[in-house]
Antibody, heavy 120, light 107 residues
Framework: EVQLVESGGGVVRPGGSLRLSCIASGFSFDDYGFSWVRQAPGKGLEWVSG????????GYADSVKGRFTISRDNAKNSLYLQMNSLRADDTALYYC?????????????WGQGTLVTVSS | DIQMTQSPSSLSASVGDRVTITCRAS??????LNWYQQKPGRAPKLLIH???SLQSGVPSRFSGSGSGTDFTLTVSSLQPEDFGTYYCQQSYTTPQNFGQGTKLEIK
């Protein structure tokens, strides 16, 4: 069974940092690309960042470019999102999502999300 | 960036109705269009990929069509469990933007 379990969310002050993690199981992790997708309270979905199967290609939304860094450790079946210089509008539920293939474009399995709250 | 616009923003329909949701891209995305369903408190679920390919395990009453800039998601005979919010998403280029969502309520 495919499982994606996010962790690392919490309450952080503006300007602070957090590192989100997503641990995968039930499939061959290094065959797939991944993305982080977020959802602000009561709002729609926003693609944040993606990474291909071996980390050779990454992408970011303009809203997080230069502040967030996506990475993966295939030996640990893990995906990460380092979030720096956090702002109030980064407050959201952050989902880890697996791609159907090796890139980061179509998301066929999702975790349950980890909540990030940026507040003073 | 490619902008995705869905219509309507919300709709209410009865069990057995045929329902259509439209998604328009701000420029051509060929068939690089996906549809997701999200229920309250749950993660999104992939329904349709590549504009018209049904994801494994998704009921055949769901179908997708379109190419270029205009796409539709159709539910041929609405069931009570089909309530939720539906999102389109372009997978043509980064950033892989979503539409704003269409909230479907069952009458």
């Amino acid at each position: 069974e495919v499982q994606l379990v996010e962790s690392g969310g919490g309450v952080v002050r503006p300007g602070g940092s957090l590192r989100l993690s997503c641990i995968a199981s039930g499939f061959s992790f290094d065959d797939y690309g991944f993305s982080w997708v977020r959802q602000a309270p009561g709002k729609g979905l926003e693609w944040v960042s993606g990474i291909d199967w071996n980390g050779g290609s990454t992408g970011y939304a303009d809203s997080v470019k230069g502040r967030f860094t996506i990475s993966r450790d295939n030996a640990k079946n893990s995906l990460y999102l380092q979030m720096n210089s956090l702002r109030a509008d980064d407050t959201a539920l952050y989902y880890c999502a697996r791609d159907r293939n090796a890139y980061y474009s179509t998301f066929d399995f999702w975790g349950q999300g980890t909540l990030v709250t940026v507040s003073s | 960036d490619i902008q995705m616009t869905q219509s309507p923003s919300s709709l209410s329909a009865s069990v057995g109705d045929r329902v259509t949701i439209t998604c328009r891209a701000s420029q051509s995305i060929s068939s690089y269009l996906n549809w997701y369903q999200q229920k309250p408190g749950r993660a999104p679920k992939l329904l349709i990929h590549a504009a018209s390919s049904l994801q494994s395990g998704v009921p055949s009453r769901f179908s997708g069509s379109g190419s270029g800039t205009d796409f539709t998601l159709t539910v041929s005979s609405l069931q009570p469990e089909d309530f939720g919010t539906y999102y389109c998403q372009q997978s043509y280029t980064t950033p892989q933007n979503f539409g704003q969502g269409t909230k479907l309520e069952i009458k």
